[in-house]
């Protein structure tokens, strides 16, 4: 049997058989969505009813603000302004709006609003949008706008309609879709290569404290035992992967059913900022029949290739560098933080560059993310999602993946010198510059 | 008789120091070869030249007649390093499984040769058992069994015998005979040289990078023997005199003396003879290794070997 293959299956084997491939594979997720599933929860029931008095001096409101039962209720009191603070130091109040006596609705006087304590962000922006709606009715009321006038403006409207030059049209929705799915892609990617990464890097110094790789090396070559253990972990994490997607996807659908009134509340959500984008271009777009619309202009398919792709491709190339920083510490795991830093680096950078793309997929800057090596595992997921060749012409996409894999030769060949030497060496703090000495001398 | 390994001129520099500075020896198939030297004489950097772990700077090297080929020939050699360590949570036997496929055995011949070693070293409980619970003894006999276990023609084993107990180095010892009357040729690398005394045939000594003793251990201790002998008499006269010998030191009835230039041993059995003294005993004093070693090691700064720059 090949020597890479047998080093792989032990690599494979050891790791899937722990308790804890299983704990963190399926564990992690259910965990994830638990505790997102507690705060919906949490957020959706909200028990305690947030009395608010309302001394209307004015009678601005008619005695008519909307309350929620479970939210915000709004009672309106005969009291002044002094009379307030006791309503409140009795409990019988939460807060109070104080509308003073001349208060128009055309002046920039301001309303008092005074609560026992801080309000949240949530509760807040609730009150805001009743009291606000409530000024709105009035204002137009006394601007002689009937109701229906005021509803047809309101209407939702799509007079400008985007669409690329040979005709495939593109809607905000599928804009905000693509948005999100390039997001959500880019960071998973990056994530893997931070966590194969790192678990490729800690095998291999633990061969190199515990000193077995003295002991193998006599029989396999390192370039075999390097490449064995990267393969091997690389298995591990498409596993790990491909149960997760299927776990995300059953526990999404548990969800839609279990909490329907969710994309309700979603629009409240202190959501991630490409949800947030996806979230206003489902709500300018009316409706869930938007959103379908705009999955359905995507092509999965073609973008979860992708994703394996720059996934295995991403991996590849990073990993064996972080074999190289493995191959180079000694038994202080601190050494390998600064040895590191060259690495992360360009992740980083990557994931800058990628927020950018993602808005904006055919800038400069985006178009050389997308096909340095070091960068376009993440950044060219951002453009992929576009579509393409909207997002990315087939060109640029076949010299991204091409040179790719010539990145990911390149770093393997450098690393597997750094390792070779590294990896036999005890009891010496090893610099980057010392490890490029290695990499470039003649064998 | 043939030779399973010759090295020539083979050299390593590294940035900073000769490590290997032109060595040539071989080693004899089916005999028990000690490579001995201080440390940092370049030991190391030697037998991963042999076990083609590095590539010699320059030189030759011949595996049982043939140029050495690293990757066909690695079959052929079972290297248990001085740093030496086993996969901590991995279960013995799968352990011992997985390095023996990894010299290129099949599975089953696998199976075959651990049973079979496993048995012979009573370590059949072991096979679920994981590293971490063995005892550094113990895991020294599991290397030493991973080591061998492919029958290789050529074993190096670098210090085998650390950490173990007397019954156990006995019990390694043993099979190390074993091996050699069975044909393999074992290339053993210590500093310990009681036990090269008792084992090895053919010792070679580096220092510095460079040969600077090839023999059988006899031959070595007669090149550097210094002509003293051990003379045990019933009782010793008070002045003693002779032109054969001069007295070096003397413990209660027992002489040690030094025979001088252009005399022979008989001589100073004769004078003992013509006194009419009873002798007791009279052996020669061979130096033993341990001197032997120290005295062409001292004073050569090995202790101290400086970092130099090397600019071919």
């Known amino acids: 049997m090949n020597k890479i293959l047998l080093v792989a299956r032990r690599e494979f084997l050891t790791r899937v058989q722990k308790k804890t491939f299983l704990l963190t594979t399926i564990g992690l997720p259910l965990i994830i969505f638990g505790f997102y599933a507690m705060i919906i929860y949490f957020s959706v029931k909200t028990t305690d009813n947030f009395r608010v008095a309302v001394a209307d001096k004015a009678n601005i409101f008619n005695n008519k603000i909307e309350s929620k039962d479970g939210e915000v209720i709004f009672e309106f009191v005969q009291a002044d302004s002094a ?42 922006e609730k009150i805001q949008r009743r009291i606000n709606k409530a000024l709105d009715d009035k204002r137009y009321e006394s601007m002689h706008i009937s109701k229906v006038q005021i509803d047809s403006l309101n209407q939702e409207r799509d007079l400008i309609k985007f669409s690329s030059a040979n005709g495939k049209t593109d809607n905000d929705t599928k804009v905000g879709v693509s948005y999100a ?17 790192t678990m490729v890097m800690r095998g291999v110094m633990e061969e190199k404290v515990s000193r077995i790789a003295e002991v193998i090396i006599s029989s396999v070559k390192p370039f075999q035992l390097m490449m064995g253990k990267i393969t091997g972990i690389g298995a591990v994490g498409l596993i790990q992967f491909l149960i997760w997607i299927v776990l995300v ?8 059913i279990l909490f329907p009134s969710l994309t309700e509340s979603m629009q409240g959500q202190p959501i ?3 949800g947030m984008q996806a979230a206003q271009a489902m709500k300018s777009s009316g409706a869930m029949n938007g959103l379908m619309s705009g999955l359905d202009a995507i092509n999965f398919p073609f973008i979860i290739g992708c994703f394996i792709f720059y996934f295995i491709g991403g991996y590849l190339l990073y990993s064996s560098l972080f074999a190289a920083v493995g191959s180079a510490v000694n038994e202080d795991p601190q050494d390998a933080q600064s040895l590191l830093l060259p690495i992360t680096m360009p992740i980083i950078f990557a994931i800058v560059i990628m927020t950018k793309a993602v808005n904006d997929p055919n800038s400069g800057l985006a178009i050389f993310g997308s096909l340095f090596p070091l960068t376009s595992p993440i950044v060219m997921m951002a453009r992929v999602a576009h579509g393409v060749p909207d997002g990315v012409t087939y060109f640029q996409l076949a010299l991204s993946m091409i040179l790719l894999i010539l990145g990911f030769l390149g770093t393997t060949w450098i690393a597997a010198k750094i390792y070779r030497t590294g990896i036999l060496m005890y009891g010496k703090k090893i610099t980057w510059k010392e490890m490029m000495k290695w990499a470039f001398k003649k064998s | 008789m043939s030779m399973i390994l010759e090295l020539q001129h083979l050299k390593k520099y590294y940035a900073t120091q000769k490590a290997v500075d032109d060595i040539s020896f071989s080693i004899e198939k089916g005999s028990i070869f000690g490579l001995l030297g201080p440390n940092g004489a370049g030991k190391t950097t030697l037998l991963r030249m042999i076990t083609g772990i590095f590539y010699p700077d320059s030189g030759e090297i011949t595996l049982d007649g043939k140029k050495f080929d690293p ?16 996969y901590k949570k991995m279960k013995i036997g799968e352990q011992a499984l997985y390095l023996a496929q990894l010299k290129g055995l099949s599975k089953a011949e696998a199976m075959e040769k651990i049973k079979f070693w496993f048995t012979r070293l009573e370590m ?36 085998p015998f650390s950490g173990l107990d007397p019954v156990n180095a006995n019990l390694i010892k043993d099979e190390i005979y074993g091996l050699a009357q069975r044909g393999c040729t074992v290339i053993f690398s210590t500093h310990r040289m009681e036990q090269v005394e008792e084992i090895c045939d053919h010792i070679v000594l580096v220092n510095l990078g460079q040969k600077i003793l090839d023999g059988t251990v006899a031959s070595v201790k007669q090149q550097f023997k210094e002509n003293k002998f ?5 009782e010793v006269p008070a002045n003693l005199v002779a032109d054969s010998f001069e007295i070096v030191d003397q413990k209660a009835n027992q002489l040690t003396v030094k025979i001088k230039e252009g005399f022979k041993s008989n001589d100073v059995l004769k004078y003992f ?8 005993a009279y052996n020669e004093i061979l130096p033993s290794l341990n001197e032997i070693f120290i005295n062409l090691v001292e004073g050569s700064k090995s202790t101290t070997r400086a970092f130099q720059n090397i600019n071919d």
């Open chain 1, 181 to 197: 799915v390039g997001m959500i892609s880019g960071f998973l990617i990056y994530i893997i290569l931070f966590i194969y990464g």
């Open chain 2, 230 to 234: 051990r003379i045990q008499l019933q």
């Open chain 1, 83 to 124: 009379a307030l603070p006791e309503l409140i130091s009795s409990k019988k109040y939460s807060a109070s709006l104080y509308v003073p006596a001349g208060f128009t609705l055309q002046g920039n006087d301001s309303l008092q609003f005074k609560s026992d304590k801080a309000v949240g962000l949530m509760t807040r």
């Open chain 1, 249 to 256: 996807f059953g526990l999404q659908f548990a969800i839609a």
């Open chain 2, 273 to 280: 003879l013509d006194q009419n003294l009873s002798i007791e």
């Open chain 2, 124 to 159: 059949e409980s072991w096979w679920n058992k994981k590293v971490e619970d063995l005892s550094k003894g113990m895991s020294q006999k599991l290397q030493f069994v991973i080591t061998v276990l492919h029958e290789p023609k050529l074993i190096i084993l670098d210090e």
């Open chain 1, 272 to 274: 991630q900022p490409a």
């Open chain 2, 71 to 86: 990757i066909n020939d690695i079959i052929k050699i079972g290297y248990m390093p001085e740093e030496r360590g086993l």
